[in-house]
């Protein structure tokens, strides 16, 4: 299987989280594509390419054009005010407030889009954001090209970030841009399964009124996890995506015999859907050890996942997203990988 890797993402670092009250190193750091990278060398998964430069386009389908302006644009206001700090947003549009009036102010623009304080900005990160995406469409290329599977190892990861705003480590959503792109190039049905531990509200808002994409989530449940506000097995599409969105939320210690038994059935609805294509969403923080999450998978489970959706007999993208037992990620999600290569 072939990889598709930017080093850009070496500038997105050095910037702090909030964290159980206090401000902490984030746990989403360059070691991790690192440690990925070397793993895929280590077993000899295939080559690493380049991207090729895009530009932020494809993510035209899938992201609003003043959102996509402010991503560009936040790092330049932000140090216009000489500062020199990682930008974060303090104040958001919840309802009550006026949601349809962008401020001017870059204060008032990272709440405005943004979820959370979870996705600083600093002077590397609009470039790792453009090469991250162009990664996931490169690597969805290869796929339209005749590939049975490719893997994009984005970072930043993208799944929590909406039509319209950043938020959870995420501000381009780099598997709903390739879905678009498969959707624009010929596939009639694309179908996401998202497998990261967190629920893939981005993703989910992205699609949710759609029949053509259809969004498979399996993920801690959101009345105790982040990100809390989204992703209730209740949630199943609305109008013409009615039926097309489907979570399978689950809750703290949540193993192998009843997470695989999940991605079982929905790997079932996915074979249902008949796709063209499928673009895997792969979170590996449902580790037993990840730092932030409470799921028990353990590491000669990852390989299962990749031999389960194998099974499907579709052509596949893998799109990197969470996972932060930095040591152990990459051996988790190249497991994955070889798993499905059998
Ligand atoms: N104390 C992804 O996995 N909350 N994003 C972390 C840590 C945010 C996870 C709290 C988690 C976001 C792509
Ligand atoms: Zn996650």
């Not at 494809?58 to 302006?69: C, E, R, S």
């Not at 979870?118 to 609009?126: C, D, F, N």
Request: net charge negative; hydrophobic share 40%.
């Amino acid at each position: 299987m072939k990889t598709v890797y930017s080093p850009l993402h070496h500038g997105h670092s050095g910037y702090f989280e909030f964290c159980n009250g206090a401000f902490v190193p984030g746990f989403e750091k360059p070691v991790r594509a690192e440690f990925i990278r070397s793993r895929i060398e280590e077993v000899g998964l295939g080559p690493i390419l380049a991207p090729v430069a895009h530009g932020i386009g494809p993510a035209q389908g899938v992201h609003t054009a003043d959102y996509l302006a402010f991503l560009a644009d936040a790092w330049t206001l932000w140090t216009a005010m000489d500062r020199h700090t990682p930008a974060l947003p303090m104040v958001w549009p919840i309802p009550g407030l006026r949601a349809d009036k962008p401020p001017k102010s870059i204060d008032g623009l990272l709440g405005f889009y943004s979820l959370d304080t979870g996705a600083p900005i600093v002077a590397g990160t609009y470039p790792a954001v453009v090469a991250s995406l162009e990664s996931a469409i490169t690597a969805a290329d290869l796929v339209r090209n005749g590939e049975r599977a490719a893997f994009a190892l984005c970072r930043p990861p993208g799944h929590h970030a909406g039509s319209r705003f950043m938020g959870g480590y995420c501000y381009v959503n780099n598997a709903a841009a390739a879905a678009q792109h498969f959707r624009d190039n010929g596939a009639a049905r694309v179908a996401i399964l998202d497998v990261d531990y967190h629920h893939g509200n981005g993703t989910q808002e992205i699609f949710y009124s759609r029949a053509d994409v259809m969004v498979v989530n399996l993920h801690g449940d959101p009345l105790t996890e982040y990100p809390f506000l989204l992703g209730h097995a209740d949630e199943h599409g609305s109008g013409p995506g009615e039926g097309f969105n489907v979570n399978y939320p689950m809750p703290h210690g949540t193993d192998y015999a009843v997470w695989g038994a999940a991605l079982d059935d929905a790997c079932r609805k996915v074979a249902a859907y008949k796709p063209d294509v499928v673009v895997v969403s792969l979170g590996v923080d449902t580790f037993e050890k990840d730092p932030i999450s409470h799921f028990l998978l353990k590491t000669p489970d990852y390989p299962k996942i990749g031999r389960r959706i194998a099974e499907l007999g579709l052509p596949t993208l893998f799109v990197m997203e969470g996972g932060y037992a930095v040591a152990e990620i990459a051996v988790n999600a190249v497991g994955v990988l070889t798993g499905f290569e059998g």
